[in-house]
């Protein structure tokens, strides 16, 4: 059974309600997770709703679940990078560029079941494995 978007943000959040402790609460969440995969569980729960029932639940029929979640991924930095050619007005993927790379680090943490211990090295390993990748791709475009 789907649930609605309001539900599937509320179990993300923990039911916290306002925008701003909303946000505070998720960036809590995210950075806070034993690794990336999880990380990307909490991040931005109204995409999230909308990746997992209209990009990855459809591939997951089609592929395996690793498969469908990297699929998801780059279809994911898709977006962005359409939306990102709409407002600048030429066509840029560098987006896709990075979200191939997020999964690629997936899955690498899940093949060697990568996980960090302590609040410190869980905050920051997902910074530098969300924000690494990030500053390279800009810096080379």
């Keep these: 059974m789907k649930i609605t978007m309001n539900q599937y943000i509320s179990r993300r959040l923990d039911g916290v309600e306002g925008e701003i402790p909303r946000l505070i609460h998720m960036l809590n969440k995210c950075f806070k997770q034993k690794n990336f995969i ?3 569980k909490y991040w931005n ?3 999230g709703y909308i990746l997992g029932y209209y990009v990855r639940k459809p591939l997951r029929k089609i592929f ?3 498969i469908a ?3 998801t991924l780059v279809i994911n930095g898709m977006f962005h990078d359409i939306v990102v050619s709409l407002i600048i007005g ?3 993927f560098s987006v896709t560029l990075l979200f191939i790379i997020y999964s690629l680090i997936l899955v690498i943490e899940e093949n ?3 996980e960090m211990n302590t609040t410190f090295s869980r905050i920051t390993y997902n910074m530098t494995i969300l924000l690494v990748p990030f ?3 800009i810096i080379l475009f």
């Design 90 to 92: 030429r066509i840029f």
């Design 38 to 40: 999880n990380f990307w």
């Design 64 to 66: 395996p679940q690793k």
């Design 69 to 71: 979640r990297s699929l």
């Design 45 to 47: 729960p109204i995409y």
């Design 135 to 137: 500053f390279l791709l």
């Design 112 to 114: 060697f079941n990568i």
